[in-house]
């Protein structure tokens, strides 16, 4: 047992020893350490932020009635497509048309009598102003055609109402649309009290549609009128819609959601509505939408990798190679007649990925991205303490004996 430990270790100990050779002995070791570039070149950067929300028509209408009834007839179903005051239903009228004979009858009573006491009074009238009778009698003929004026006009209102709630018996379509939902049927009676109950749901134009997505709190700052929106929805999940944002409602909403732990979080969140051309039909009322809005886009900049502003050559793995730095905020390399040269630069927006570069450098110039080992397919970009790219030959930090996928 002992013999076989030591063959184990010796063996490990001279593929250790072949491994360090390879590594460090000599150009063949050193000539597997290259740098990958990338050419300054005029791109995109955008940022934007990802939201929820139902896609409805941009106006979209619900049909009612202000009188209680029996629904008599039903002229539409959904899908029907209507014009404005197009007769779409018919509630029964027996008992509308019998309040409306009564309120005429009362009307035409009352009218009667109040031009009976007009012209009393107006016959009084003049006999008081010659004195041919006593006060008292002309303050009752006042007192009568006073009566019978507020009788009449009370009767006149209520004939109005008669007439109006006969007609509201007649349900025509407000606007030109289509008819996206049916809430009643023949025969079944529909009660108008405290709220109008809706018969029928029309959409104006189901060419133009509307996204009203919920965005967070945390994000609501970036989003303003006009910025374009792209968005999916389950129906078509390889179809990218396109939108523009057209109002930022300030009323916001409170929804709580509980975590693993139990503990129960408010969320706040305010409603964007998204306007967006439908001329194939396919959006239909109340899909789910996935929305990301651009708070930030920026076509035809000069722009570089971000991965190029976070390397810095190491001493330790150039070889041979001169590093000629400076001072700089930001700044981005390049690799001449093996000689690291640093270009201060100023940036501009990023978007996580691609940085803008607004001057310090020039398009098409080749900087160095990352350190990469050939034949090894994964680059080294692993940065050091100094914010550099750490050497692979160098032991790494306590606690980092982690094996890592290379």
């Not at 005051?85 to 009218?111: H, P």
């Not at 709630?165 to 405290?194: C, H, K, M, W």
């Not at 792209?230 to 990218?240: K, R």
């Not at 129960?264 to 239909?284: C, F, G, Q, R």
């Amino acid at each position: 047992m002992e013999k076989k430990k030591i063959i184990l270790l010796t063996a490990a100990a001279a593929v250790i020893v072949a491994g360090g050779c390879w590594m460090f002995g000599g150009p063949e070791g050193r000539s597997t350490v290259d740098f990958a570039t990338e050419v300054v070149a005029k791109g995109n950067v955008s940022n934007f932020i990802t939201a929820t929300g139902t896609i409805e028509p941009v106006t979209e209408v619900e049909v009612g009635t202000q009188v209680s009834g029996i629904i008599d007839k039903i002229y539409v179903d959904y899908n029907s497509v209507v014009k404005k005051g197009e007769l779409i239903a018919e509630m029964d009228k027996v008992t509308l048309q019998s309040e409306l004979q009564s309120a005429r009858a009362t009307y035409n009573g009352n009218k009667a009598e109040y031009d009976y006491q007009k012209k009393l009074y107006d016959r009084n009238s003049r006999l008081h102003e010659k004195q041919l009778i006593s006060d008292t009698d002309y303050e009752e003929t006042v007192y009568n055609f006073q009566r019978a004026q507020s009788a009449w006009e009370q009767s006149k209102a209520a004939l109005a109402k008669a007439e109006r709630n006969l007609s509201y018996a007649t349900i025509t379509s407000p606007i030109d649309g289509v008819v996206t939902s049916r809430d009643v049927e023949e025969g079944q009676t529909v009660a108008s009290g405290f709220e109008t109950p809706t018969l029928f749901t029309i959409a104006a134009d189901l060419t133009k549609m509307q996204v009203v997505a919920d965005v967070d709190e945390a994000d609501i700052a970036g989003v303003e009128e006009g910025a374009r929106v792209t968005f999916t929805v389950d129906a078509y999940p390889d179809d990218v819609f396109e939108g523009v944002v057209r109002q930022v409602r300030l009323g916001s909403t409170n929804s709580s959601s509980s975590s693993s732990t139990g503990t129960s979080t408010t969320v706040v969140t305010y409603e964007v509505v998204i306007t967006a051309d439908n001329p194939e039909l396919k959006l239909k009322p109340r899909l789910t939408a996935n929305a990301t809005i651009y708070t930030l886009t920026k076509t035809n900049v000069l722009t570089v990798p971000n991965k190029a502003l976070r390397f810095t050559p190491n001493k330790d793995i150039v070889g041979g190679r001169k590093i000629n730095d400076c001072q700089g905020a930001h700044k981005v390399w390049t690799l001449d007649n093996n000689t690291f040269t640093a270009h201060p630069v100023q940036i501009g927006a990023t978007d996580g990925s691609r940085t803008e570069i607004l001057g310090g450098i020039a398009e098409h110039t080749p900087v160095v991205t990352e350190t990469v080992i050939k034949g090894d397919v994964s680059p080294m970009a692993e940065p050091s303490g100094e914010g550099g790219e750490r050497s692979p030959f160098m032991p790494g930090p306590p606690g980092s004996n982690k094996k890592k996928n290379r």
